[in-house]
């Protein structure tokens, strides 16, 4: 595929919510606690619903809470702008992206694993990392840049380095690929916390670009709140 082909590709999702968020302390899984009268899995669809170009979304959910999921796309998003799949995630967020790549057609050239739990992020961010993949770039993930010094540490706990700041950068999601470098980096049976550490693995640059603070995860009830006050505020 040349770079133009790719520029020009459609684009499949993953959208993995199949986590536990055992750190919300909430009676069920992550995805489905309400931030408003919607749950984090309604608000991140609707994220993704508005990218125009994405021709297939796949949505790893908990195994015990599929129907659940498939009621939210049924009643909720009765538009068939592109095919919307629902399957079972695993023990491993590597795991869950590995069910939801395996769900989305083959011909997407363009792949996006996106976390739910980045619920609010803007449309803006999943344009800026399509079009750096459509222009060439392997992989594409949004950054922003580290305010707070960051240290290594050694198992005692005793400082072991500073890396220089300004090269730092904390990524989220959305993170973008070519559909053949990431189903590639998948194969090798990896493990890790984002995708790009695997494709990085398999030796394929991956570009930084420009990131949101609205793309913050949800992890802790703090953040929770912080969704519901900036879904009422209209964000
Ligand atoms: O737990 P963590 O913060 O890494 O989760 C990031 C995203 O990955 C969340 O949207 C969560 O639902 C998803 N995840 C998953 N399957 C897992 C673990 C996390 O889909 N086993």
Do not use: N
């Not at 070519?178 to 194969?187: E, I, K, N, T």
């Amino acid at each position: 595929m040349t770079d133009a082909d790719a520029a020009s590709g459609s684009v499949g999702v993953v959208l993995v919510a199949a986590g536990s968020g055992s750190r919300l302390g909430a009676d069920k899984p992550k995805a489905f606690v309400p931030i408003d009268e919607d749950p984090i899995l309604l608000h991140a669809i609707y994220a993704v619903h508005g990218v125009q170009e994405v021709a297939a979304l796949a949505i790893v959910a908990p195994p015990e809470w599929l129907e659940a999921a498939q009621e939210l796309v049924d009643l909720h998003l009765g538009c068939p702008c592109f095919t919307t799949r629902v399957v079972a995630g695993g023990a491993e967020r590597t795991d869950s992206v590995r069910a939801g790549l395996a769900a989305l057609p083959d011909d997407v050239d363009i792949i996006l694993v996106h976390d739910a739990a980045r619920a609010l992020t803007p449309v803006e961010v999943f344009e800026r990392v399509i079009d750096a993949v459509g222009a060439g770039a392997a992989g594409a993930v949004p950054g922003i840049p580290v305010v707070d010094t960051v240290k290594t540490v050694d198992d005692r706990g005793i400082i072991t380095g500073t890396p220089d700041r300004s090269r730092l950068r904390a990524v989220q999601t959305p993170q973008g690929f070519l559909a053949d470098v990431l189903r590639g980096a998948y194969a090798g049976g990896l493990t890790a916390t984002d995708d790009a550490a695997l494709v990085e693995l398999a030796g394929h640059d991956v570009v930084v670009v420009e990131g949101d603070p609205l793309a913050f995860k949800i992890t802790a009830p703090e953040d929770l709140d912080r969704a519901a006050r900036l879904v009422a505020e209209g964000a």
